[in-house]
């Protein structure tokens, strides 16, 4: 690979063949639960114990035995440990399936499930089972002030300086398994390639910002990327 600097954008699509529901497929979690309820700062205070629950659920699946990382997961960690030149994977997706998988230098731009994070000291730290309204907060040791560690609708995404000064220098950027509906990663193609990086999209179906992209290909995250990689 003739690259120097690459970027990898990863979202819900990559974690479908472990098992990981979407988003905003026709069987997706949108389907199943209101995004303004479950993916909102407003829907947390109306019903956090809600919240709790929706999160709670996907935590257990996580945990469950039944979720590994699939072929597109391993592939992207060997591309990471065999490439010589800076390397970043941003994620999108709250799961743990790219670090089990063995990608080291992982950005999740919308938080991680197994932490959650004080509403008071805004201290975040690592959990492994359900969480209740009720549970004291592991820092300030009140009640009711732990909230899931991730970014919902309104909120700032997660390390966006890192990730913006990976995107500005990059010459490879990749997008896989993301719908291209949520900014702003969404953006992101158009930034690298604003820098003259080559810009490729792996998806089962064209995305929303399909024509902003160079190079496209189509199929399971599974086949296409460890093709892509060998
Ligand atoms: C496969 C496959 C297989 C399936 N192989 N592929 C108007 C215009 C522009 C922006 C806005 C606007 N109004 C409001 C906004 C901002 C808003 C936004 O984007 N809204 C849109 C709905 C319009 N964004 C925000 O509020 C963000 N914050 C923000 O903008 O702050 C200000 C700011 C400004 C400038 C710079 C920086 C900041 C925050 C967004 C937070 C999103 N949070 C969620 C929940 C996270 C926690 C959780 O998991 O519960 O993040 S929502 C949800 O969507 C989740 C995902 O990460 C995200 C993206 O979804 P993804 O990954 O694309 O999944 P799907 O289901 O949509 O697509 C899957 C794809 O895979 C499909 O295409 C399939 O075909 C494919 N696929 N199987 C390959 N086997």
Known sequence: ???????????????????????????????EHRIEDVATPEGFAANPA?????????????????????????????????????????????????????SVNVVHMHGELLKMRCAHTDQ????????????????????????PHVVWFGEMPLQMDDIYGALDACDLFVSIGTSGNVYPAAGFVQVARAAGAHTLEINLEPSATESLFAEKRYGLA??????FVS
Not at 9 to 20: P, V
Not at 63 to 68: F, I, R, Y
Not at 69 to 83: D, K, M, Q, V
Not at 222 to 227: A, C, K, N
């Open 124 to 147: 975040v730290f690592p959990i492994e089972g359900d969480i209740a309204l009720d549970d004291r907060c592991a820092c300030c040791g009140l009640r009711q002030c732990l909230r």
């Open 50 to 102: 809600m919240v709790h629950q929706f999160y709670n659920g996907r935590r257990r699946q996580l945990l469950g035995g039944d979720v590994a990382p699939n072929p597109a997961h391993l592939a992207l960690a060997e591309l990471e440990r065999r490439f010589n030149g800076d390397f970043m994977l941003v994620t999108q997706n709250i799961d743990n399936l790219h670090e089990r998988a063995g």
């Open 222 to 227: 599974s086949e296409e990327l460890p093709r």
């Open 1 to 31: 690979m003739s690259y120097q600097r690459i970027v990898v954008l990863t979202g819900a699509g990559i974690s479908a063949e472990s098992g990981i529901k979407t988003f905003r497929a026709s069987d997706g979690l949108w389907e």
